[in-house]
């Protein structure tokens, strides 16, 4: 399982404005057992890593989450590991609770700048976030290849 991430020209423009490139991390809730989310996150972890020489050195890179069961809950530990800035954003106080999901993904994909996705191609609140992320254009990259 390989992760790529490159910046294409018009992301970078975008982060000359923000000196913060944002990556989400978000899986489906099927990504819950500790054994493949270890495996996941140390994969997710080695290509932020190479990433993060990647970037322009006045670029800080950042990572975000919501609160979904998959590898979401992994994202601040990763990001305290690795010294990176972290936002986590928690859903709207609305009901059906489906629409605060939602309304939770397309705040996130409106704020970030890519999206690294373990998605199953099953999960409703993945396959949001990634239809919010391309609405968005957000460079997207799903680890499963869904």
């Known amino acids: 399982m390989g992760l790529t ?3 294409p020209n018009q992301l970078a423009v975008v982060m000359a404005k923000a000196n913060e490139f944002r990556l989400i991390i978000a899986s489906s ?13 140390t994969d997710v972890e080695q290509r932020i890593i190479e990433q993060q020489k990647r970037l322009r050195v006045d670029t800080q890179l950042a990572l975000v989450s919501g609160t979904h069961m998959g590898i979401e809950p ?6 305290d590991r690795l010294a990176l800035p972290y936002y986590r954003f928690t859903q709207p106080a609305i009901r059906p609770m489906i629409a605060a999901d939602f309304a939770c993904n397309e705040r996130m994909a409106a704020f970030s700048h890519a999206i690294v996705a373990l998605w199953d191609g099953e999960d409703s609140l993945v396959k949001h976030l990634m239809g919010a992320a391309h609405y968005h254009k957000l460079q997207i990259v799903n680890l499963e290849g869904q």
């Open 29 to 41: 809730a099927s990504y819950t057992s500790e054994y493949p989310t270890y495996l996941s996150i």
């Open 74 to 79: 992994q994202a601040a530990l990763l990001a």
């Open 5 to 7: 991430i490159f910046l």
